[in-house]
């Protein structure tokens, strides 16, 4: 079955001479350039990274560096997303208005370069996720190999993995807007105060890490299995998320969700 999949997907990399990876440095992204690089050659492959207030800094980094080792030419762009009045009011269409702003760019870059495809690294899995951001993508011509060749999120990570890819094992990503309730305003202030939270935790050894912002009230999520770690550490956490103007700190009993703030009809709980 896989092999099916891998043979459809390098099919779908081939009908173009050459490509653009919207590339994040993430786990589907990640695997999607590796194979792009491999089936069309490095010189017809442009990874893009995208540099915003909504993404975490160190991970804009940390896919620049992966890209150079992978050997894929790259590209850095910055996004404004933050400066777009509908984006900023947070409606449910959020992603919709940043992936608009995304896009745009990676096309007009494409155009500019000659590339005829432009690719994001969505999985068949996220057609059951709550993505308005997909629409954006079709409206623009962007095309998803991975989706459309019906590889999972698991199964990507089991390719990379034989691709000794380091970012077989890595946490889901999410922008930093995810963690803010659908109606409160997006502020860079408090992408700035969930970054520098999530940054917090992360350094003391937690590999998943949600912050969500619920106005002065800070909801942790990790692994289910880290929470009684979670909660060794939580004077010192509580401490330094106060100075970044909390004034509670908590944690989810549940554990981390994926879309944990996604309307209740899309099927996340």
Same mark, same amino acid.
């Given at each position: 079955?896989?092999?099916?999949?891998?043979?459809? =997907?390098?099919?779908?990399? #081939? @009908?173009?001479?050459? *490509?653009? !990876? %919207?590339? $994040?440095?993430?786990?589907?992204?990640?695997?999607?350039?590796?194979?792009? =690089?491999?089936?069309?050659? #490095? @010189?017809?492959?442009? *990874?893009? !990274? %995208?540099? $915003?207030?909504?993404?975490?800094?160190?991970?804009?980094?940390?896919?620049?560096?992966?890209?150079?080792?992978?050997?894929?030419?790259?590209?850095?762009?910055?996004?404004?997303?933050?400066?777009?009045?509908?984006?900023?009011?947070?409606?449910?269409?959020?992603?919709?208005?940043?992936?608009?702003?995304?896009?745009?760019?990676?096309?007009?870059?494409?155009?500019?370069?000659?590339?005829?495809?432009?690719?994001?690294?969505?999985?068949?899995?996220?057609?059951?996720?709550?993505?308005?951001?997909?629409?954006?993508?079709?409206?623009?011509?962007?095309?998803?190999?991975?989706?459309?060749?019906?590889?999972?999120?698991?199964?990507?990570?089991?390719?990379?993995?034989?691709?000794?890819?380091?970012?077989?094992?890595?946490?889901?990503?999410?922008?930093?807007?995810?963690?803010?309730?659908?109606?409160?305003?997006?502020?860079?202030?408090?992408?700035?105060?969930?970054?520098?939270?999530?940054?917090?935790?992360?350094?003391?050894?937690?590999?998943?890490?949600?912050?969500?912002?619920?106005?002065?009230?800070?909801?942790?999520?990790?692994?289910?299995?880290?929470?009684?770690?979670?909660?060794?550490?939580?004077?010192?956490?509580?401490?330094?998320?106060?100075?970044?103007?909390?004034?509670?700190?908590?944690?989810?009993?549940?554990?981390?969700?994926?879309?944990?703030?996604?309307?209740?009809?899309?099927?996340?709980?």
């Amino acid at each position: 079955m896989l092999r099916s999949k891998l043979k459809k =997907l390098r099919a779908i990399l #081939k @009908e173009s001479e050459s *490509a653009l !990876v %919207a590339f $994040s440095g993430g786990v589907d992204s990640s695997y999607l350039l590796k194979e792009a =690089l491999e089936t069309l050659g #490095k @010189e017809m492959v442009l *990874a893009v !990274v %995208a540099s $915003s207030e909504t993404y975490p800094e160190n991970e804009v980094k940390d896919a620049v560096k992966l890209a150079k080792k992978i050997g894929a030419r790259i590209k850095v762009i910055k996004t404004f997303e933050i400066d777009d009045a509908r984006f900023v009011k947070n409606p449910l269409k959020r992603c919709y208005y940043c992936k608009r702003e995304l896009f745009s760019k990676l096309k007009a870059i494409a155009k500019k370069e000659g590339i005829p495809a432009l690719f994001d690294g969505a999985n068949y899995d996220d057609r059951l996720d709550f993505r308005p951001g997909s629409v954006a993508g079709k409206e623009l011509g962007v095309r998803s190999p991975l989706k459309e060749a019906g590889i999972t999120k698991a199964e990507i990570r089991k390719l990379s993995k034989a691709y000794k890819l380091p970012t077989w094992n890595k946490p889901s990503l999410a922008c930093l807007a995810s963690r803010i309730p659908f109606g409160t305003k997006i502020e860079k202030k408090t992408l700035g105060m969930v970054g520098n939270a999530e940054d917090f935790i992360r350094a003391l050894g937690f590999r998943q890490v949600r912050v969500r912002h619920h106005g002065n009230i800070a909801r942790i999520e990790v692994f289910p299995e880290d929470l009684s770690r979670l909660l060794k550490h939580r004077l010192k956490i509580a401490e330094k998320l106060k100075t970044l103007g909390y004034l509670y700190v908590t944690f989810d009993i549940e554990g981390f969700r994926s879309g944990s703030m996604n309307p209740p009809k899309s099927g996340a709980r």
